[in-house]
């Protein structure tokens, strides 16, 4: 366990391989019909929102309803930027970019990046160390460079190519942020040697 506990951005990143393979594994449970406004993939949503509970609850805030409170933002916004592409593909860039790939790249980057700061967002409220801009601003270039392989996704119709690497790049981001409370936790252990 002392092991887990030194590494938050290692944890963090297995935990998002294994949380987008599985979350591939229940995608079509869900309300509402796509393109329009609904409740997708919510498998997908909620493993994610338990692996960022885990990095809150492990080295963040030792607490049930910080905890509580980052697995249910989390799934808000995975279910905002689910809708969000949904819109952006199908309804809103549908007339301006005409260009299929291009919309395709667009669309990823853009609800990549809204997902993974709504992410961050919902676990920076009840985890002080993540408040930081840096760590926001890793999480958003992360979400929306990792987006991009939504065209990927698309063209060889396997969401693993974008949920994998996402979720995994998001949740490093966040062990990024999280790994000076853990060295502050380890500091603040060592007792002053005395000469």
Do not use: C
């Amino acid at each position: 366990m002392k092991i887990i506990e030194q590494h938050p951005v290692l944890v963090l990143a297995s935990l998002g391989i294994l949380s987008g393979y599985l979350g591939t594994l229940g995608l079509g449970f869900g309300f509402g019909e796509a393109p329009g406004l609904g409740i997708y993939m919510i498998h997908a949503g909620l493993l994610f929102g338990l692996v960022v509970a885990f990095g809150v609850w492990t080295w963040g805030n030792w607490s049930w309803t910080a905890a509580a409170v980052a697995l249910l933002a989390t799934w808000v916004a995975w279910e905002a930027a689910v809708n969000l592409g949904l819109q952006l593909e199908s309804n809103w860039l549908k007339d301006v970019v005409s260009s299929d790939t291009l919309r395709a790249y667009m669309t990823g980057s853009i609800a990549g990046a809204v997902g993974a700061l709504l992410v961050w967002g919902g676990a920076a409220v009840v985890t002080p160390v993540l408040r930081r801009w840096s760590t926001a601003a890793m999480v958003l270039a992360t979400g929306a460079t990792l987006g991009l392989l939504m065209q990927a996704t698309n063209n060889y119709d396997s969401p693993a190519i974008l949920l994998v690497p996402w979720q995994a790049g998001v949740a490093a981001m966040l062990g990024f942020g999280l790994a000076p409370a853990r060295k502050a936790q380890h500091t603040s252990t060592i007792a002053p040697v005395r000469t």
